[in-house]
């Protein structure tokens, strides 16, 4: 079993950074990758940004390219996700998650493991 616990949301102000983390802990030698995806309320889980644990390989959703980056630490089994120049439209719970398999999917049904997520406000 793999666990995964985010922590880093909080409430900003538009324009501002936030730095997510994610912990991977359990059976993390049989990981390939890690994803980041965010849920507004009434909303479907969207894709966010996803990354390989060698950190070779990253994909982002067209909305946060540019200002999210996604990045690894193998030692410390955490990923994280910087955000900058965040906008009220970012506010959800953002989750990691994790597929099985050599894979970086951007389909949330792809994805086997979950955090438990946290909360990410952005106000105007």
């Known amino acids: 079993q793999v666990q995964l616990v985010e922590s880093g949301g909080g409430s900003v102000q538009a324009g501002d950074s936030l730095r997510l983390s994610c912990a991977a802990s359990g059976r993390t030698f049989n990981l390939y990758s890690v994803g980041w995806f965010r849920q507004a309320p009434g909303n479907d889980r969207d894709f966010v940004a996803a990354?390989?644990?060698?950190?070779?390989?990253?994909k982002y959703s067209d909305s946060v390219k540019g200002r999210f980056t996604i990045s690894a630490d193998a030692a410390k089994s955490t990923v994280y996700l910087q955000m900058n120049s965040l906008k009220p439209e970012d506010t959800a719970v953002y989750y990691c998650?994790?597929?099985?398999?050599?894979?970086?999917?951007?389909?949330?049904?792809?994805?086997?493991?979950w955090g438990q997520g946290t909360q990410v406000t952005v106000s105007s």
């Open positions: 998650a994790a597929p099985r398999g050599v894979q970086l999917p951007q389909s949330p049904n792809e994805y086997t493991y």
């Open positions: 990354i390989s644990w060698s950190g070779g390989i990253t």
